[in-house]
């Protein structure tokens, strides 16, 4: 089971972003999508689930091309967090999560006992089960975005894209929301797609990585073979090196400065 980007080409109206993407995510991989500010990473990850559409080449989820799916179908296997998570009415963490299920409801159909039972793993798998009263507008930035995870997680989706999903946490909630994720995919085969600009965060968690650059996948691959030096001074203008954690043993990136 893949997802597979086929020599993508997307614009708004005139503007070119991707332009021939290409790249396969494996089943129950955590998938990183790096690159720098506006090179077209939430544009990419968009077109995994049909939210925006290429304007030409295809997107194909376990053999089945996506434009020709149905929104339902999609969602009932990929699960998107989005960057801002804006709800505009004040809806309880439990309703907001459960909203999650509706791909498998019919319309006018009530939460089943099975329903509500994924509901609250979902909201323990957060941390947020003893919350699940509280109305969303009550919460801060970094409780809502555990909200609209928990709610992905409903979804009990085979892939889960999240698009800078530790932007508004701090750095406990970071590592517990990534070794969360990192845990399903590990334990239940979830597949992962991570759009980040979290360098260190990227290496310690993602199984592979694609580089955006110049409107296309630069180079895809494991940690080692993605975050070279050459690579991260040629699109970051950074000078920095991936290194090993003595304490953990996990990659990390450590970030010396601009590249002169
Ligand atoms: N709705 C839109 N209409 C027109 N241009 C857009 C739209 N959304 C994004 N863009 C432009 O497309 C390019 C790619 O945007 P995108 O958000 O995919 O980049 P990104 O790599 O995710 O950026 P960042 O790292 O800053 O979040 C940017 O130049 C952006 O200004």
Not at 10 to 28: H, M, N, Q, T, W
Request: aromatic share 4%.
């Amino acid at each position: 089971m893949t997802f597979e980007v086929r020599d993508l080409e997307f614009r708004y109206r005139e503007k070119p972003v991707l332009d021939g993407a290409s790249l396969e995510i494996r089943s129950g991989e955590v998938f990183g999508i790096l690159g720098p500010n506006g090179c077209g990473k939430t544009t990419l990850l968009k077109n995994l689930n049909r939210n925006l559409r290429p304007n030409s080449g295809s997107v194909v989820v376990d053999g089945s091309d996506v434009s020709e799916m149905a929104k339902k179908d999609i969602a009932k296997i990929v699960a998107a967090v989005p960057q801002a998570n804006e709800i505009r009415f004040s809806f309880t963490v439990r309703d907001i999560v459960a909203m999650g299920r509706m791909p498998f409801q019919r319309q006018f159909e009530g939460d089943s006992s099975s329903d509500l039972q994924i509901v609250d793993q979902a909201l323990k798998d957060v941390g947020l089960y003893d919350m699940r009263d509280l109305h969303i507008n009550e919460m801060s930035g970094g409780e809502r975005q555990r909200v609209i995870i928990a709610r992905a997680l409903a979804q009990t989706p085979r892939y889960l894209l999240m698009d800078e999903p530790t932007n508004h946490l701090d750095v406990n909630m970071q590592f517990e929301v990534l070794d969360l994720v990192h845990r399903l995919s590990r334990e239940k085969g979830l597949t992962v797609v991570i759009v980040s600009h979290d360098l260190p965060m990227a290496s310690r968690y993602c199984d592979r990585i694609a580089m955006i650059h110049d409107h296309r996948v630069m180079c895809c691959g494991t940690p080692e073979e993605v975050l070279t030096p050459e690579n991260m001074k040629a699109v970051f203008n950074v000078d920095a090196e991936l290194s090993v954690d003595s304490k953990t043993g996990k990659h990390t990136v450590l970030l010396h400065g601009v590249a002169h």
